[in-house]
């Protein structure tokens, strides 16, 4: 008979689970205090058959769980293409493996079932588990959070969603669930995208949960990230002035990261249009991040973009004292063509459309670092084709652009600022 406990941890999840396992995986985020098995499927919803065999699977030679099996629950809207299963319209039991969301199939009628869905299986679960189970209702908090932001569904001053509400579902849930309602004062500097993906700062206060703090403060844990990034920028950079420009995805992303919080420029940098680049301030250093990408250009579109750059490049060196053009949206879209999910798909086919080629001929002959000498791609950019990257991924370029740091440097100082972070 099995008598031995289960020492690792169980943590489920959609993609965020997935995003997880990468982050721990890149050192993007600190150790878990606990060894723990992570099972993320995109889409994945909370009703899944492959959760209970998954645990079936994973208890089948242990009497007790050393670990409650943690769960980050996602959109109650995931695999909603089960409604028009016959299998499960005639038992009520979802048999085969859904995922994501159908969009034609959102109404009130059908929310309300996906709803009762995932209830019954989160006290399936329940029992399965003999109750040793924390549920993250993260998505229904982060949703709830904008649409309270945004005004909707308001009724006198008063927020009632026709089908879901976090107090409701809380107060349903409460031996089992994470009370999550101070995400609704701060909800906008924990995600980053349409996702709902945890920014970083949201991943660490994730992190301190799964470490079962008696209770995560969670403004302390942003006013924290916000004083200890703070500090380690100005550690790592000097006074001088840094200008950051270009029409690329990164200068875009770079952008609302720092309007959202996700991340903190030092006092004496700038983010401009490349207009005002050229006509306004100089600055000690420029960071020009070119859009140009090469993928499904031809030759003749090539040599054009690389033109359009030498042109800029001479108007950037005259106005400032120092330049560096840095090709991420085209390194990053190459970099991710060595994912299997995108493997092959963003390369250029012409060989003076590759990153390194066209940093030879438009990069000034003193810049220190380029693009292509980023050591670790999978730390520096999201999980997904939109080129977002990660704070990692931002922290690695400056410092090696304007620091002329390291990649070991880097890694030494982050993981300082994270661990910091997280104590």
Same mark, same amino acid.
């Given at each position: ?24 995986? &890149? ?31 994973? &208890? ?25 299963? #016959? ?61 309270? $932001? ?16 976090? /107090? ?66 100005? !550690?790592?950079?000097?006074?001088? &002035? ?10 875009? $992303? ?30 000690? /250093? ?32 005259? !106005? ?24 092959? !798909?963003? /390369? ?15 990069? #000034? ?23 977002? #990257? ?34």
């Amino acid at each position: 008979m099995p008598n031995n406990p289960l020492s690792e941890r169980l943590i489920f999840g959609p993609s965020h689970s997935v995003r997880l396992k990468h982050a721990l995986a &890149t050192r993007q985020l600190p150790e878990l205090s606990v060894p723990s098995r992570i099972i993320g499927v995109g889409g994945m919803p909370i009703w899944n058959p492959r959760i209970s065999k998954e645990i079936a699977i994973s &208890t089948s030679n242990h009497e007790v769980l050393n670990h409650e099996v943690f769960f980050i629950v996602g959109d109650f809207r995931f695999g909603n293409a089960v409604l028009k299963d #016959p299998v499960f319209k005639a038992s009520g039991r979802p048999e085969k493996v859904y995922l994501s969301i159908d969009k034609e199939l959102i109404n009130e009628e059908n929310d309300r079932m996906m709803l009762d869905l995932c209830q019954s299986a989160i006290e399936s679960l329940t029992q399965q588990l003999n109750g040793k189970l924390r549920l993250l209702f993260w998505d229904l908090s982060i949703r709830e959070y904008q649409n309270r $932001a945004t005004g909707r569904y308001q009724d006198l001053g008063t927020y009632r969603h026709p089908v879901w509400n976090l /107090h409701d579902v809380l107060g349903q849930f409460a031996g089992v669930a994470i009370d999550t309602q101070d995400i609704l004062k701060v909800g906008e500097r924990l995600y980053i995208d349409s996702s709902a993906h945890p920014s970083l700062v949201g991943w660490l206060y994730i992190l301190k949960l799964l470490r079962r703090d008696e209770r995560v403060d969670l403004i302390k844990t942003i006013q924290t990230f916000d004083h200890l990034l703070k500090r380690l920028l100005d !550690k790592v950079f000097a006074k001088e &002035t840094v200008l950051i420009t270009g029409d690329s995805k990164f200068a875009r $992303a770079l952008h609302f990261f720092v309007q959202k919080g996700h991340f903190q420029l030092p006092a004496a940098w700038a983010i401009s249009p490349l207009s005002r680049a050229i006509d306004g301030a100089a600055f000690d /250093h420029c960071l020009f991040f070119p859009a140009l990408c090469t993928y499904g250009l031809g030759e003749a579109e090539i040599s054009e973009g690389v033109e359009n750059v030498i042109n800029i490049r001479q108007k950037l060196s005259v !106005k400032h004292k120092r330049l560096s053009i840095l090709y991420y949206d085209n390194w990053a879209y190459e970099s991710i063509s060595k994912r299997k999910d995108f493997l092959d !798909k963003y /390369h250029s086919k012409y060989t003076r459309g590759l990153s390194v080629n066209l940093e030879l001929v438009t990069c #000034p002959r003193n810049q220190a670092y380029k693009m292509s000498d980023s050591v670790d791609f999978e730390g520096m950019i999201e999980l997904n084709n939109f080129l977002l #990257p990660t704070p990692l991924g931002i922290f690695e370029i400056f410092c090696r652009s304007v620091a002329d740091l390291s990649h070991e440097q880097v890694m030494a100082l982050y993981s300082d600022f994270v661990s910091g972070c997280y104590s």
